[in-house]
């Protein structure tokens, strides 16, 4: 029984395998001229996606036809070529054709996780003792959907991650003429502010010292997917010490939203013979 269900990880996998690059069944530099056949990618694309959402270790999921150490190792090779970034690219163009993207207003906000082993991306949580963790800035658009994703320290503030979170716009076709970004009490000052007014965008931005209820806004949204993207056991609690193999999860977890709420949404206006019987893709 697959982690995710089939009508997620298919079209996953499609957008996925196309851009894999070619690679030769057998090594054609073994000194005897043979060696043992290499694991087929998608069987370690499903133990990727497994450690994905369980969060256990390698050797928990590692089976008889896929060690941990090729899941290792394919895990890098294909988070150095910026796979899953690329497919989450895929999933936005694909969502925006069939339902179309709110970009007229954006919420960005920060989420701290566990990071037990450390590593290049884990910093010291403010919220945990002073332990291990990691923060991900995260910048949807008006319904929750995530556009970009970035990956800190959890002792890193929330207003300097703002620049690079916007900057991961570029890869959509455009924005609208006039779009307001919504920010809570942690981005209100002047370089969050200037930086707005130098992309030409609006901020909404929650002022310090008013209670929250009062000005909740419309940022609910960015919270909601943020819950969702917890829903993956990795992001809860990132054993992983690469920057990029970090990235590679926070991406394919985008993806993995992005799709299921295309599916989600796309039932209320389209109708096809292979949709899913459930309302709630679990």
Same mark, same amino acid.
């Not at 969060?55 to 999921?61: A, D, H, L, M, P």
């Not at 002047?190 to 007014?197: T, Y």
């Given at each position: 029984m697959p982690v995710v269900p089939v009508c997620l990880l298919e079209p996953l996998w499609e957008q996925f395998a196309a851009l894999l690059p070619e690679r030769p069944i057998v090594s054609p530099t073994h000194p005897l001229g043979c060696h043992r056949r290499r694991i087929p990618d998608r069987v370690v694309f499903e133990h990727v996606v497994a450690a994905l959402v369980h969060?256990?270790?390698?050797?928990? &999921?590692?089976?008889?036809?896929?060690? #941990?150490?090729? &899941?290792r190792r394919r895990l890098r090779e294909w988070a150095a070529?910026?796979?899953?970034?690329?497919?989450?690219? !895929?999933?936005?163009?694909?969502?925006d054709q069939m339902l179309g993207l709110d970009l007229a207003d954006l919420a960005v906000d920060g989420c701290l996780t566990k990071a037990p082993g450390g590593g290049a991306v884990a910093g010291r949580s403010p919220v945990d003792r002073?332990?291990?963790? !990691?923060?991900?800035?995260? =910048?949807?658009?008006?319904?929750?959907i995530p556009l970009h994703v970035v990956s800190a320290g959890a002792n890193r503030h929330d207003a300097p991650l703002l620049a690079p979170t916007l900057a991961g716009l570029d890869k959509l076709d455009g924005l609208p003429d006039e779009v307001t970004v919504h920010l809570d009490r942690a981005y209100d000052g002047?370089?969050?502010?200037?930086?707005?007014?130098e992309l030409g965008f609006e901020g909404a931005i929650a002022r310090k010292g008013v209670p929250a209820p009062i000005q909740a806004g419309t940022r609910w949204v960015v919270e909601r997917t943020h819950s969702w993207m917890n829903g993956y056991g990795k992001l809860r609690r990132c054993t992983?010490?690469?920057?990029? =193999? =970090? #990235?590679?999860?926070?991406? !394919?977890?985008?993806?993995?939203? =992005?799709l299921r709420q295309l599916i989600q949404r796309a039932r209320l206006r389209y109708r096809w013979p292979t949709r899913p019987s459930t309302r709630r893709l679990k």
């Open positions: 969060g256990s270790g390698y050797e928990r &999921i590692a089976s008889p036809g896929c060690s #941990d150490g090729t &899941i070529l910026g796979l899953s970034e690329q497919v989450h690219t !895929l999933a936005l163009r694909a969502y002073g332990k291990q963790g !990691l923060k991900r800035s995260l =910048v949807t658009e008006g319904t929750g002047a370089p969050s502010r200037a930086l707005l007014a992983e010490q690469l920057h990029a =193999v =970090v #990235d590679f999860y926070l991406f !394919l977890a985008a993806a993995l939203v =992005v």
